[in-house]
């Protein structure tokens, strides 16, 4: 047993004397299958602070039933985890090493030990099509909990779950709604170990700075309610939660997981430049600094994976009379190998004590008291100010590009000016707590600036890239050099209509009216 895979399921606690509903009535039930138990025995581990419980993460070994072997889950959503699983072999008196990596930015190198041991008798159903096609399992389980530090807090209950397996979202709420009806209650925890090690959860404060992690979903500390810092730090701590789930995701090499941690690394390191002097500027500096660098080796991973997905397209949109020499394999032989050196360097960066420093001084970054100064001002005036101030760059930036010929001086007028509607967007979308709907506007103003300038550094990065491929092709009298040469022009032709785009988006949003709650 091994792999991965994502599992939407639905909790309900019962009574004892609870009678599982007749499910046929749900619609797309054509039958439930015959009942089948196993008696289960699951060994949960974590830090002595419980700090993969505490994020609501799952680290087991089971015994018995069809799935037994060590499970690590990941939260998703509500009721969505990603289930990753090796078999009871890979982890003969330990863990297994690599799901200990996947949780390192959670256990920052603290230990993981036996913390709860939970003995269930399951008794479980499948919920079949008229076809037979199994599209759910409902387990009746009746659990008894067995914490390791302290056993007088161990207890027993029932609970009934429902997972998907074929079926949709549409069915787990119809089923959900049945086992209500039927008198079944919605679960209060997420999983049993959280249940069983509710009493020890009670007794440690939320994660916070420091080793444990920060709880980025917890109120703003005690203090900062109605400053500037408190809006802007709500905005940190929600980014480095972001980076930090993305973490074990980007090591899984799950799909999008690079953009989704490098966006919230580049999120991160503009709010810490823009609302600068809301920060101790010496930790500001250098958090600006570890994650320039953090975002620097992820972006060449993700860089290669927009370059794949485009070239694809780009190929694949040429007739066949047009498309001389085998230019996709050429293509991909480039970036595959520049990808698996990318994917490395990934590792080895996540993999770092730097890295584990990073997250570490985050946390703290969060639990930091408030400073004197603008971080005490009434917010408004003070948010105001300094997104204002992100603005202005951003127009100076525009303007200086007009009196600059085609060549490498505009190309790179053109990357700052979109590196800067970067900025503006995420500081405007920081503040949009503060002042709703025309932040969020004015933020998704910014990224139609930044995604149609981006496109144009798009064309530029694969101009260059097919250039060197095609002059190479050439000397070596390759077939596809012509083939090279005409996506070539089609790079070039994207790069001018890009331009032409920004030039009328500009003339948009460069208009008062978006920006007349920045002076209210």
């Known amino acids: 047993m091994g792999g991965t895979h994502r599992e939407a399921e639905r909790k309900f606690e019962v009574d004892p004397g609870f009678r599982l509903p007749s499910l046929t009535d749900v619609r797309g039930v054509a039958a439930v299958g015959e009942p089948e138990t196993f008696d289960l025995e ?9 700090r993969l419980a505490r994020r609501k993460i799952t680290l087991r070994r089971r015994s018995g039933g069809p799935d037994e072997g060590w499970h690590l889950k990941l939260p998703v959503a509500a009721d969505v985890r990603d289930e990753i699983q090796r078999p009871l072999a890979a982890g003969v008196g330990s863990v297994p090493g690599d799901l200990l990596d996947l949780v390192d930015a959670y256990l920052r190198g603290a230990p993981v030990r036996p913390v709860v041991t939970l003995r269930t008798r399951r008794t479980a159903r499948l919920l079949l099509d008229g076809s037979g096609q199994a599209l759910a399992e409902v387990v009746d389980d009746h659990v008894t909990s067995e914490p390791v530090d302290d056993p007088e807090t161990g207890s027993q209950w029932r609970e009934i779950e429902v997972e998907l397996v074929s079926g949709g979202r549409r069915l787990l709420g119809a089923v959900g709604d049945a086992l209500l009806l039927a008198g079944a209650g919605p679960a209060a925890s997420t999983s049993k170990a959280t249940r069983a090690l509710g ?55 799950g799909p999008d997981a690079v953009h989704k941690m ?83 360097q990934v590792l080895a960066t996540l993999r770092d004590e730097r890295y584990r420093r990073l997250l570490l001084d985050l946390d703290e970054l969060i639990a930091a008291p408030v400073l004197d100064g603008p971080g005490r001002d009434e917010a408004g005036p003070t948010l105001a100010r300094l997104v204002r101030h992100a603005d202005r760059r951003l127009t100076r930036k525009v303007g200086r590009i007009e009196a600059i010929d085609p060549g490498p001086a505009r190309d790179e007028a053109l990357h ?27 933020a998704r103003r910014a990224a139609e600036v930044q995604e149609v300038l981006g496109t144009r550094q798009d064309a530029a990065v694969a101009r260059e890239l097919l250039t060197r491929w095609g002059l190479e092709e050439q000397k070596a009298n390759g077939a596809s050099s012509f083939t090279l040469g005409l996506l070539l022009g089609r790079e070039e032709t994207r790069m001018v209509a890009a331009e032409r785009d920004f030039d009328a988006l500009w003339a948009e949003v460069s208009r008062h009216r978006h920006r007349r709650w920045l002076k209210e």
């Open 42 to 50: 699951a060994v949960y581990f974590d830090s002595d602070d419980l």
């Open 199 to 253: 009493p020890a959860l009670a007794r440690l404060r939320p994660p916070s700075g420091g080793r444990g992690g920060t709880d980025a979903t917890a109120p703003a500390p005690e203090g900062l309610a109605g400053s500037a810092r408190s809006v802007v730090m709500a905005y940190v701590a929600k980014n480095v939660e972001a980076l930090t789930a993305a973490d074990p995701r980007v090591r899984l090499d």
């Open 262 to 344: 490098r966006v919230a690394a580049r999120r991160l390191r503009s709010t810490l430049r823009t609302f600068e002097s809301l920060f101790d500027q010496d930790r500001a500096r250098r958090l600006d600094g570890e994650l320039r660098d953090l975002a620097s080796a992820l972006s060449g991973a993700r860089d290669n994976e927009v370059l794949l997905e485009h070239f694809d397209a780009a190929v694949a949109a040429l007739p066949p009379e047009l498309t001389v020499g085998p230019v996709a394999d050429q293509i991909h032989g480039h970036l595959t190998v520049d990808g698996s050196q990318a994917r490395q």
């Open 416 to 442: 700052s000016a979109r590196k800067q509607a970067k900025r503006l967007r995420y500081a405007a979308e920081a503040v949009t707590p503060l002042w709703g709907d025309p932040a969020a506007d004015f």
